[in-house]
T-cell receptor, first 114, second 116 residues
């Protein structure tokens, strides 16, 4: 069975600090996809990134970076030099091969204090 | 800037009333999803369609919920009769899938439903 665990329920950081959001997943499939979504206070879910299980290269996009490690079944998300606008709930999600639906973690609420 | 749209954004109704939520997927997307978000259960999939055909609605209470796609530009989710435990935010998402998986889903702003 598939499962996504985001153990950090809430995190608070001071602006300009770096912060890492953890995501651990479980799946029996060898082909799967991992996602991060951001849900700002407005409520909309915003797509951030998708990785497939065969691509373990880390990715950087501006202040965002992602560390995918199959050995530990983790797909962690780091925000460098955090800003107040980064305050949101961040969801990690998993999709297995042949399925289109996303299994979401419970989310991590990030608060960036000015 | 293509977006998924949902109406209404907010709905307050009384128990027993019928509720209809509508979604317009991004033009050209062939997959549509309905999710429900509550504090207790988080985000859970209710149903999804590909090329307007329902593929999975196992997450939906069949006795009161129904989902349809009358055409490629409209998806509906109905609750009849509504109950207080249906209070949640309902999200529609769309994506472009070529028979595989792993494509990103683009979410609408959600419909916040309150059943009194």
């Amino acid at each position: 069975a598939q499962k996504v665990t985001q153990a950090q329920t809430e995190i608070s950081v001071v602006e300009k600090e770096d912060v890492t959001l953890d995501c651990v997943y479980e799946t029996r499939d060898t082909t799967y996809y991992l996602f991060w979504y951001k849900q700002p206070p407005s409520g909309e879910l915003v797509f951030l990134i998708r990785r497939n299980s065969f691509d373990e290269q880390n990715e950087i996009s501006g202040r965002y970076s992602w560390n995918f490690q199959k050995s530990t079944s983790s797909f962690n998300f780091t925000i460098t030099a955090s800003q107040v606008v980064d305050s949101a709930v961040y969801f990690c999600a998993l999709s297995e091969a042949g399925a289109n639906n996303l299994f979401f973690g419970t989310g991590t609420r990030l608060t960036v204090i000015p | 800037d293509a977006r998924v749209t949902q109406t209404p954004r907010h709905k307050v109704t009384e128990m027993g009333q019928e509720v209809t939520m509508r979604c317009q997927p991004i033009l050209g997307h062939n997959t549509v999803f309905w999710y429900r978000q509550t504090m207790m259960q988080g985000l859970e999939l209710l149903a999804y369609f590909r090329n307007r055909a329902p593929l999975d609605d196992s997450g939906m209470p069949k006795d009161r919920f129904s989902a349809e796609m009358p055409d490629a530009t409209l998806a509906t989710l109905k609750i009849q009769p509504s109950e207080p435990r249906d209070s949640a935010v309902y999200f529609c998402a769309s994506g472009l899938t070529w028979g595989g998986s792993g494509d990103e889903q683009f979410f609408g702003p959600g419909t916040r439903l309150t059943v009194l």
